[in-house]
């Protein structure tokens, strides 16, 4: 159902959705400062990030790793996955977001 889909209601950052299907979703996401997105996963789904504006920093857990994405890079994280996203050094970044094939939840913290 759409609820699956949802972002938690603590969300902060720019968030917007440009294209929503049965099994796919594409967004456009705009962090600064302080903002993040919290450590989370997908049960089924990646996260494949395109970087447009700035340096976005993408963690993972199991495996831990820290990745600086840049304009024109794309960085992907695998479903099951823990990961958070941070602008590096809290200047503005904008992300494309594409989350797929399959359907999306979002389970905040790190199992």
């Known amino acids: ?3 699956n ?3 938690p209601s603590e969300r902060t950052y720019g968030l917007e ?3 929503v299907g049965a099994d796919v979703r594409v967004s456009a996401l705009s962090l600064v400062g302080d903002e993040c ?3 989370h996963w997908h049960t089924h789904t990646s996260d494949i990030f395109f970087c447009l504006e ?3 920093v993408v963690e993972t857990h199991n495996p831990g790793n ?3 994405v840049n304009v024109g890079d794309r960085y992907d994280v695998l479903p099951g996955v823990p990961h958070r996203v941070t602008p590096l050094d809290g200047k503005k970044c904008r992300l ?3 989350q797929g094939v399959g359907t999306a939840d ?3 913290g790190r199992p």
Do not use: D, M
């Open 1 to 3: 159902s759409a609820n």
């Open 5 to 7: 889909i949802r972002p």
């Open 17 to 19: 959705h440009v294209a």
């Open 37 to 39: 997105v919290a450590w």
């Open 54 to 56: 700035g340096t976005a």
């Open 66 to 68: 820290s990745v600086l």
């Open 96 to 98: 494309l977001l594409v």
């Open 106 to 108: 979002f389970h905040l």
